[in-house]
T-cell receptor
C-alpha cells in the first residue's frame, strides 16, 4: 500500500511564475490536508479538503493560493505569481475518514524554491 | 487558538542515555496527540499516537505519555542511539486540524 505521494519533490520557480504541487493520498483516503514549513519554523496548517469540497481553509493566505481535490485525480495546491517568501516545504497528509481520531499520514513534501 | 510548545528546542546527549522530550498545549479539548520524527530534508514519520482517553503509548524504545488536564505530553527515549538523531515534533488534533510544535532537535553523539 503506497503512502502519500507528493510531486515534484523539488520545484524551482522564478518570481511571478505559477507553482503547482500535487498530492495523491493513500489508497482509500478521502481527506487531504496541506501544511507549509518555512525555513527554521514549524509546520503550519493551510487547508483541509474532502473530495470536491474545501472543509477548512483558515490557514490559506487570502491571495494567490488555492487548493482543490477533484473527484478524480490528485489534490492540487496552486500558488500564483510566486514571491521569494513562498519558498518553503509543502507537506500533504491524508486520512481515511473525517473522524478526528484517525491519524494523519504525511508525504515527503515538495520543496519550493523561488528565485 | 491552540498553541503547542516544545522544550527544549535542541538537545545533545551521548549515546546510551535515556532522555525526555516535553510538549505542552494550551487547549485541553483535543482528540489525540501525535509524535513525529523528521530527518533533515525529509518528510514526517509518525512515531506514536495517543488518543485523548489514553495515558500512554509504547513502541520499542519509545514511550509517550499524555496528561490532557494539564496540557502536557512527554516522549521518553530509552538507550538513545546515533540513529535517533532527528527533529521530534509533537502535534495535537482538534476537530479539523493538527497543530504542531516547533520541534526538538535531538543529536545523539557516538
Amino acid at each position: 500500500n503506497a503512502g502519500v505521494m507528493q510531486n515534484p519533490r523539488h520545484l524551482v520557480r522564478r518570481r511571478g511564475q505559477e507553482a503547482r504541487l500535487r498530492c495523491s493520498p493513500m489508497k482509500g483516503h478521502s481527506h487531504v490536508y496541506w501544511y507549509r514549513q518555512l525555513p527554521e519554523e514549524g509546520l503550519k496548517f493551510m487547508v483541509y479538503l474532502q473530495k470536491e469540497n474545501i472543509i477548512d481553509e483558515s490557514g490559506m493566505p487570502k491571495e494567490r493560493f488555492s487548493a482543490e481535490f477533484p473527484k478524480e485525480g490528485p489534490s492540487i495546491l496552486r500558488i500564483q505569481q510566486v514571491v521569494r517568501g513562498d519558498s518553503a516545504a509543502y507537506f500533504c497528509a491524508s486520512s481515511p475518514l473525517g473522524d478526528s481520531n484517525s491519524p494523519l499520514h504525511f508525504g515527503n513534501g515538495t520543496r519550493l524554491t523561488v528565485t | 487558538k491552540q498553541e503547542v510548545t516544545q522544550i527544549p528546542a535542541a538537545l545533545s546527549v551521548p549515546e546510551g542515555e535515556n532522555l525526555v522530550l516535553n510538549c505542552s498545549f494550551t487547549d485541553s479539548a483535543i482528540y489525540n496527540l501525535q509524535w513525529f520524527r523528521q530527518d533533515p530534508g525529509k518528510g514526517l514519520t509518525s512515531l506514536l499516537l495517543i488518543q485523548s482517553s489514553q495515558r500512554e503509548q509504547t513502541s520499542g524504545r519509545l514511550n509517550a505519555s499524555l496528561d490532557k488536564s494539564s496540557g502536557r505530553s512527554t516522549l521518553y527515549i530509552a538507550a538513545s542511539q546515533p540513529g535517533d538523531s532527528a527533529t521530534y515534533l509533537c502535534a495535537v488534533r482538534s476537530a479539523r486540524q493538527l497543530t504542531f510544535g516547533s520541534g526538538t532537535q535531538l543529536t545523539v553523539l557516538p
